[in-house]
């Protein structure tokens, strides 16, 4: 997401970066390039307007301008810009007792709002809530059985009935979750191709009917401009509570995210990032701003390894690093992890100065289960040591692995040069940390360790002609 106003904005900071100081004259120049970038990510012109007048304020009238560098100042100041557009932080559900909580999804047919039902289910039932999911579109058809479907795969109850009276359906269903002691009530509600007085009037009849707690916008990222605008009806209709945006992994230019909080006064509450149930994620401003600047987002990395690695698994495979007997069955468990953190690709977003590097990287996403196929045709005692894995071995396991003798060896070679690597870093020195930033990991590195070493497809301009000059002067 936001690839393209990532690159705009990077674009705008260096060309200050050659700039003595900021003065009037540049920051109108950088400002102008802003403005197109935002424009084109489908932004609300008012917003945009004010967005950069605040930039331009804030640069102009910094104390310290003269005595930093221009960039860093406008990267500072647009972040924390970014920030305030977006924010503040309310990525919260409240819950009253006793139960059950009623919350009520609306939003336009095609925004995700069904599947985005089961998404947040799950998130409650992990924030340890009994939920129950209502099934109360009433209009799309199979719209009930996609539910269920859903429900099913998330391990939680769904209350459905036949019939045409949706405002009928969450009265019984609130009766329901009310009676055997539900702590959460969340309905899917019908949803049309537009907004039009008929859905809006049976929204209004439901929410009189249930009086809910919370009332959640979906809506569908990709639309841009048309989300900020039906979010605003639908405000003006049903007092909305908050925002959540969907699909936003998609070719989403980044508009409706920046514009829809400035718009409709409402926070946006969770992100979709992707089409498994797993993939919501509570909105944070200051974090979406480091994504769309290149700065990463370290925080919501952490979170997500700390969900997939136990704090004694870790403390085990540390242990197993430093002794250096870090076999194939560990290095798989991480390489597990990983994928369950949303992909290597995904992983690597998050990681400061990362994603505008990620085109030199082949990262296809199907490195794993060839990786899990040739450590699989390894026996026990060449999983624990891989140092025994000669040439006989090697093609023994590529036949059980249906693949090249070549890529067994290249797993093999990659595999030792990680364990090496780990075993320097889980030293728990300063050197051994300083080894990891100082060039000893790089992204040929990386591409290795963490796509069972496929090369990179490209090298950088600049590395091949230092290449180039290191012939010549041996020469």
């Not at 490195?367 to 196929?373: F, S």
């Amino acid at each position: 997401m936001f690839e393209l106003l990532t690159e705009k904005f990077n674009s705008v900071f260096r060309s200050l970066s050659g700039r003595g100081r900021i003065t009037e004259a540049n920051i109108s120049d950088a400002m102008r390039d802003v403005r197109k970038a935002l424009l084109e990510a489908d932004v609300s012109y008012s917003v945009v307007k004010k967005f950069c007048k605040d930039v331009t304020e804030a640069a102009i009238g910094a104390e310290v301008i003269k005595s930093l560098h221009p960039g860093q100042i406008l990267v500072k100041i647009v972040n924390d810009e970014l920030t305030k557009l977006m924010g503040p932080v309310d990525s919260s559900v409240y819950f009253v007792s006793p139960g059950p909580t009623i919350i009520m999804l609306a939003g336009l047919q095609g925004g995700g709002k069904t599947t985005t039902a089961a998404k947040l289910g799950k998130y409650l039932v992990g924030k340890g809530k009994k939920t129950l999911l209502v099934a109360d579109d009433l209009r799309r058809p199979a719209a009930i059985e996609q539910l269920i479907v859903l429900g099913r795969q998330v391990n939680i109850d769904v209350y459905s009935e036949e019939g045409k009276n949706s405002v009928k359906v969450a009265k019984n269903a609130v009766k329901h979750a009310r009676k055997n002691g539900y702590d959460v009530a969340l309905l899917d509600t019908a949803g049309r191709l537009h907004i039009d007085e008929e859905m809006m009037a049976e929204l209004a009849d439901v929410a009189k009917a249930i009086n809910p707690h919370q009332i959640f916008l979906v809506c569908d990222a990709m639309t841009g401009q048309d989300a900020v605008n039906s979010a605003k009806e639908f405000n003006e209709r049903l007092e909305l509570d908050g925002v959540i945006l969907t699909k936003l992994d998609g070719d989403a230019r980044g508009g409706a995210a920046l514009s829809v909080k400035a718009v409709t006064g409402k926070p946006i509450k969770f992100i979709g990032v992707g089409e498994k149930l797993d993939k919501l994620e509570e909105f944070h401003p200051d974090r979406m701003a480091g994504r769309i600047l290149g700065m990463g987002d370290v925080v919501t990395l952490v979170e997500k390894a700390q969900e997939q690695f136990e704090a004694k698994e870790a403390e085990k495979l540390q242990k197993k690093m430093a002794k250096g007997s870090f076999g194939f069955d560990d290095f798989l468990k991480q390489m597990q992890a990983v994928k369950k953190m949303g992909g290597i690709k995904d992983m690597l977003k998050m990681m400061p100065g990362m994603g505008g590097q990620l085109g030199e990287l082949d990262l296809d996403g199907g490195e794993l289960p060839r990786m899990e196929a040739i450590v699989y045709s390894m026996t026990p005692q060449e999983r624990r040591d891989p140092d025994i894995i000669d040439s006989p071995r090697r093609r023994r396991v590529a036949a059980g692995a249906g693949v090249e003798v070549n890529d067994v060896s290249s797993l093999v070679k990659t595999f030792r040069r990680s364990r090496d690597m780990m075993k320097s870093i889980s030293g728990g020195s300063l050197g051994g940390l300083k080894n990891l930033f100082s060039g000893g990991f790089n992204m040929e590195t990386l591409s290795a360790a963490m796509t069972g070493g496929r090369k990179i497809k490209q090298r950088s301009k600049r590395k091949r002609i230092i290449k180039r000059r290191g012939r010549k002067t041996k020469r």
